[in-house]
């Protein structure tokens, strides 16, 4: 951890930062009652309020970087206190005073990585459109019906790639115009944004406006619940609103219009994992069941922790960057919730939601027993009779 220079003036700040929304808390500890670190580690929302009420908060402590913004406190806090907004000042102060998360180089790279190349992953910006490589996939241009926004883990990452080539394949199935910015495009910076990293986060919400509006984009497909919450919640406050719909939405509203064939069948007993940032954040919990219901064969069978209870899978608030050692993480508690539904397919529609599931699966006992899957996989998957091996 590193040194901080000025504590008493830290102290300040914090007290200026957040101190109206944590002096509203009367330590009733709901919040700690439904917080999912709880399940796995000793960890206190609430005392992390009453400690910034005296300006005390253990600014170097790893507990201010745990919170991973699932949003399921603020809804039981009986005097909005606002824990991830306050949370944020907290981390937003750490940042300045160049306090960061053990261990520091995770989220030192990622940093440097969004400002040198547009995303998290070290990858290099001009291979930012390589996931469509032999897909007839146009580059967008202006009069084009959506720009198609995959974000960085659909762009880059080996998994999360088959989630876009999915989705483009869905589009050109159902006769979509649409195109991709490919090296253009920048990381969303939701998360660098939660994680405390303002300026980072303008910077890349300012190029990715200028991207858009110099090409002429009013209507963004996204397939990531967070590029989602950005565009539509907080690019906003740059003074511009731009169309934007997950594909989730955009998916149901084709099969509604019958805009493709769904030929086979889909045999398998599927539960439908919430993202927090498309259900608890933004309200979206039909259409992605409405969308599985429409597959022929598949049975869709509820988990008790669904929709607006939804468990967090862990990646929210920068967390899919830190190392959440084995036995710290939620994403295998939900397996278990899954595998104890008796699912096959444990189904979602966000790409940190497939990382984090993905690991967990692969370290699991009893991992091999449940496939992961996003709902544009299995739609691509019915449409296409075969299953994409990339
Ligand atoms: S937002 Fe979620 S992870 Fe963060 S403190 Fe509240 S319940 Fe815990
Ligand atoms: S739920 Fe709200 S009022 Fe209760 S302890 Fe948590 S922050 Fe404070």
Redesign the pocket.
């Known amino acids: 951890m590193e040194t901080v220079a000025d504590f008493k003036e830290i102290v300040e700040v914090i007290k200026e930062s957040g101190g109206d929304l944590f002096k509203r808390c009367f330590q009733c500890g709901l ?1 700690d009652v ?4 709880n399940r796995v580690i000793d960890f206190s ?1 609430r005392k992390i309020v009453r400690q910034a009420v005296f300006g005390l908060t253990e600014i170097e402590s790893d507990d201010i970087w ?9 809804q039981k806090c009986p005097r909005d206190v606002q ?2 907004e306050s ?1 944020m000042a907290l981390r937003r102060i750490a940042t300045e005073y160049g306090v960061f998360p053990t261990p520091v180089k995770p989220i030192r790279t990622v940093s440097a990585s969004l400002v040198g190349e547009g995303n998290p992953l070290n990858e290099e910006r001009k291979k930012r459109g390589e996931w469509a490589k032999g897909l007839s996939v146009k580059t967008f241009s202006e009069g084009m019906e959506i720009l198609y926004f995959p974000g960085c883990y659909p762009s880059y990452d080996p998994r999360a790639k088959k989630v876009a080539r999915a989705t483009a394949a869905i589009l050109d199935r159902a006769g979509v115009e649409f195109g991709i910015l490919g090296p253009k495009e920048s990381c969303c910076g939701e998360s660098i944004r939660k994680a405390g990293d303002e300026d980072l986060f303008k910077r890349l919400a300012r190029e990715n406006i200028k991207t858009f509006i110099d090409n002429g984009v009013k209507k963004i497909l996204v397939s990531s619940p967070h590029c989602y919450h950005t565009f539509k919640n907080e690019y906003p406050e740059f003074m511009v609103d731009f169309e934007v719909i997950h594909m989730a939405q955009f998916l149901c509203q084709l099969m509604d219009e019958g805009r493709f064939e769904l030929k086979g069948e889909y045999k398998k007993r599927v539960t439908y994992h919430d993202p927090c940032y498309l259900g608890r954040h933004n309200g979206i919990y039909e259409e992605p069941r409405e969308i599985l219901n429409k597959i022929p064969g598949l049975i869709l069978k509820e988990m008790p922790e669904s929709r607006v209870d939804s468990l ?1 899978c862990g990646g929210g ?1 920068g967390r899919i960057w830190m190392e959440t050692p084995k036995g710290e993480r939620f994403s295998d508690l939900r397996i278990e919730q899954a595998l104890a539904e008796g699912a096959q397919v444990l189904a979602t529609s966000c790409p940190y939601c497939i990382t984090n599931f993905e690991d967990s699966r692969l370290t699991m006992e009893n991992g091999e027993a449940i496939e992961i899957k996003d709902i544009t996989e299995i739609v691509r998957e019915v449409i296409e009779g075969t299953e994409e091996n990339l």
């Open positions: 919040c439904v917080c999912p670190w929302m745990r919170c991973t913004t699932c949003g399921r406190c603020p824990q991830i949370g967090c608030g």
